[in-house]
């Protein structure tokens, strides 16, 4: 689906490589206080493409309580979850949405909400950053 990008936080995570906290607590805290802004933008976003049928789709959007890392990266995935009363999975509704076929046109409803995102994940990352650092 789509991917988060990192640009403003950029000044952040310098910050953290330099003193060696790209993982850890801090880390750990900063991705989960961004996943919660971002689920709830996927939701706000779905809400107005008109996404919400059954709501068994905006109400899976969430995130493990938990990051992960890959290789050198550690990160949190947010998507649908589950599947809804008929045994389709919510994450490929969410994606035909999002992208459209033949019969249906594009939302690009999670395109729109990482974008709405970016400056409340930001703020908040820079929120935990600086508490971290004693300067708030």
């Given at each position: 689906m789509a991917r988060f990008d990192t640009s403003g936080l950029d000044d952040v995570l310098r910050e953290m490589e330099a003193a060696g906290?790209?993982?850890g607590e801090t880390a750990d805290e900063m991705l989960l206080a961004g996943a919660q802004v971002v689920s709830e933008e996927w939701k706000r976003a779905a809400r107005e493409a008109g996404l919400v049928?059954?709501?068994?789709?905006?109400?899976?959007i969430g995130y493990p309580r938990k990051p992960t890392t890959a290789g050198?990266?550690?990160s949190i995935d947010i998507y649908p979850q589950g599947k809804d009363e008929r045994g389709i999975r919510n994450v490929e509704k969410a994606f035909v949405n999002h992208y459209g076929t033949s019969r249906l046109p594009a939302t690009h409803f999670i395109d729109r909400a990482d974008e709405r995102s970016a400056p409340r994940v930001q703020a908040a990352?820079?929120?935990i950053w600086d508490r971290h650092l004693g300067r708030r």
């Open positions: 906290e790209l993982v049928d059954t709501g068994a789709m905006l109400g899976s050198d990266v550690r990352f820079e929120e």
